[in-house]
């Protein structure tokens, strides 16, 4: 009898991952006898859980909040997670990696841009800020930090500068939110990496208006919950393009897919799932 592979995701909370409709539905598009779960772990329970699904024969892991960090110490991260601090997939051989950057450069590059001596503002610091920086550095992008406190930027700066020392890529610089409408000015890609705009957290808040973006400048937020934040409502009115979280989203489950299953993600197909799922979300919330 056939054996059906189990994946899943761990973190606290868990429930409203997206994760085992967007990958559930590559599997079955690709006809892989595979089942995809939400686990929810304590933080105490990192390692027992990492080591119970490698055990088990789980074919692979994502790790979501606030169990990235912990994962590093029961995997075999490699040189970006090591880098980044943090891991999201995890393979069948415990091979760790983070995809969260490649999620957001992928997006951009389906998007049409052209990553490579682009400037980009990335607004924020947090751990998505980190994962995508390091990846726009790779990919030789101008990367300019802005982040409500200029310390933390900083920090973000130097880490990536000494980890890119040897590799020839893009630039990094560190400033605050208060010189936003010149940065603003400099840059062809504004990235919201941060909690603004985020329902239930900063709920209709923006960081940057209309009338502070110029023609031509390509509008991303990372922010997926509502779909059309505040930012990108700013940057329609502004008739500007705009890339929302669902893009980052969908492009870093497709790189987590492919080290799994060495296949090509069936990418349209796991982003119109997760769009339909957002969208009965919504329309429930609504409705409360
Ligand atoms: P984090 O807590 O590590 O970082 C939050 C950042 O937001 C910090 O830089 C903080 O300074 C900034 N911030 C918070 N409140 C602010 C305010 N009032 N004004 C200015 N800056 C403020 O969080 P994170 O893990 O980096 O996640 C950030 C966002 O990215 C979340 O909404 C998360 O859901 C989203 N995210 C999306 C994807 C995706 O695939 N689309 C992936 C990862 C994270």
Same mark, same amino acid.
């Given at each position: 009898m056939a054996v059906t592979t189990v994946y899943g995701v761990i973190?606290?909370?868990?429930?409203?991952?997206?994760?085992?409709?967007?990958?559930?539905?590559?599997?079955?598009?690709?006809?892989?006898?595979?089942?995809?779960?939400?686990? +929810?772990?304590?933080?105490?329970?990192?390692?027992?859980?990492?080591?119970?699904?490698?055990?088990?024969?789980?074919?692979?892991?994502?790790?979501?909040?606030?169990?990235?960090? +912990?994962?590093? =110490?029961y995997c075999n991260p490699d040189a970006l997670s090591k880098r980044l601090g943090a891991v999201n997939t995890i393979d069948r051989n415990g091979e760790g990696y983070n995809t969260d950057g490649i999620g957001a450069v992928s997006a951009l590059k389906e998007a049409g841009i052209t990553v490579k001596g682009t400037t980009v503002l990335l607004l924020g610091a947090?751990?998505?800020?980190?994962?995508?920086?390091?990846? =726009?550095? #790779?990919?030789?992008?101008?990367?300019?930090?802005?982040?409500?406190?200029?310390?933390?930027?900083?920090? =973000?700066?130097?880490?990536?500068?000494?980890?890119? #020392?040897?590799?020839?890529?893009? +630039?990094v610089e560190a400033h605050s939110l208060v010189e936003i409408d010149h940065l603003v000015n400099e840059a062809r890609v504004l990235i919201n990496a941060t909690t603004v705009g985020m329902r239930g957290v900063l709920d209709g808040?923006?960081?940057?208006?209309?009338?502070?973006?110029?023609?031509?400048?390509?509008?991303?937020?990372?922010?997926?919950?509502?779909?059309?934040?505040? =930012?990108?409502?700013e940057a329609r009115s502004a008739g500007l393009q705009t890339i929302d979280g669902v893009k980052m989203l969908v492009h870093q489950g497709a790189a987590s897919f492919a080290l799994w299953t060495a296949k090509e993600p069936p990418v349209q197909i796991m982003e119109a799932t997760v769009r339909e799922r957002l969208l009965n979300v919504n329309s429930a919330e609504n409705e409360d």
């Open positions: 973190g606290s909370p868990v429930g409203h991952s997206l994760s085992p409709y967007m990958h559930n539905a590559a599997f079955n598009a690709l006809g892989i006898d595979a089942a995809y779960y939400a686990f +929810d772990v304590d933080k105490t329970q990192v390692g027992n859980a990492i080591r119970g699904a490698l055990a088990l024969g789980f074919g692979g892991l994502n790790v979501t909040f606030p169990l990235k960090k +912990d994962a590093l =110490l947090g751990g998505a800020a980190k994962a995508i920086a390091a990846q =726009l550095l #790779v990919a030789g992008a101008r990367v300019l930090i802005a982040n409500r406190t200029e310390s933390r930027s900083l920090i =973000l700066a130097r880490q990536m500068t000494e980890a890119n #020392v040897d590799c020839g890529c893009g +630039d808040q923006t960081l940057v208006r209309a009338h502070q973006m110029h023609s031509g400048l390509v509008v991303f937020d990372v922010v997926y919950h509502p779909l059309e934040t505040p =930012l990108l409502r």
